[in-house]
């Protein structure tokens, strides 16, 4: 199986002590790992990493996800299990929280899954976003089946390990997302607008902004003391 990775920067943020204050990170990534095969099946070992700030989400001690055939019938509903104690990351002066899951999961060799995670909600402190406090935070990740011909190495991508960011008032401030790929395919960054879940519709959305504010530029940019230019 030839993989074909995309890997989606879903939510754009950044926190800053002295130039700005934008909205907490709440966000995480969805990724897989290949354990081992059969004739017939492939087992992987999904991960989800959560992020939520002291008012977000609970990061309890089990997650599910959801995995769907896009080419055939197959369905799953795995529980990850929490594998190490939530912890801190701090920029210096911001601190947000972060969990790991993970579970093995047997899917047929045949069908290209795609693994999905929702959940509700982000923080009221959201006063960039329409409602911050209902709208739901989603991910997903993609397995390539087809062809079926999975090698002993194929596995997703490699994140670089979570960490909030500060600037320096007047100064550009880089940031890099150098995820890999062991494998060494093909791995595309892509802004794109932070994706929430429609519970009634059963339906992915983008995030709805307030005034002022667009999935491209979310923290304030009106040229006051506040402002920051986002450059990508």
Same mark, same amino acid.
């Given at each position: 199986m030839k993989l074909k990775i995309k890997t989606i920067i879903a @939510?754009?943020?950044?926190?800053?002590?002295?130039?700005?204050?934008?909205?907490?990170? *709440?966000?995480?990534?969805l990724t897989y790992v290949l354990v081992s095969s059969t004739a017939t099946t492939v087992t992987y070992n999904i991960r989800l990493r959560l992020i939520a700030d002291q008012s977000g989400i609970g990061l309890g001690t089990t997650e599910s996800v959801n995995l769907n055939a896009t080419n055939g019938t197959f369905a799953a509903t795995p529980q990850l299990?929490?594998?190490?104690?939530?912890?801190?990351?701090?920029?210096?002066?911001?601190?947000?929280? @972060?969990?790991?899951?993970?579970?093995?999961?047997?899917?047929?060799?045949?069908?290209? *899954?795609?693994?999905t995670y929702h959940t509700c909600c982000r923080p009221s402190s959201y006063t960039s976003m329409v409602n911050a406090s209902v709208q739901q935070l989603y991910l997903d990740a993609m397995i390539m089946g087809t062809p079926s011909n999975p090698r002993g190495f194929d596995n997703g991508v490699n994140p670089l390990?979570?960490?909030?960011h500060s600037s320096v008032v007047g100064m550009s401030s880089y940031i890099p997302f150098q995820w890999s790929e062991p494998d060494g395919d093909s791995v595309n960054v892509t802004v794109i607008p932070s994706r929430g879940y429609d519970a009634p519709s059963s339906s992915v959305v983008n995030v709805s902004y307030a005034s002022g504010y667009t999935w491209n530029q979310p923290v304030p940019n009106n040229g006051g003391a506040d402002s920051l230019t986002l450059d990508y």
């Open positions: @939510a754009l943020a950044m926190l800053s002590c002295q130039l700005f204050e934008a909205t907490h990170l *709440i966000g995480g990534h299990q929490r594998y190490m104690s939530v912890y801190s990351i701090s920029s210096g002066c911001e601190t947000a929280y @972060a969990a790991d899951y993970r579970a093995d999961v047997t899917v047929p060799k045949d069908k290209n *899954i795609k693994i390990a979570t960490a909030l």
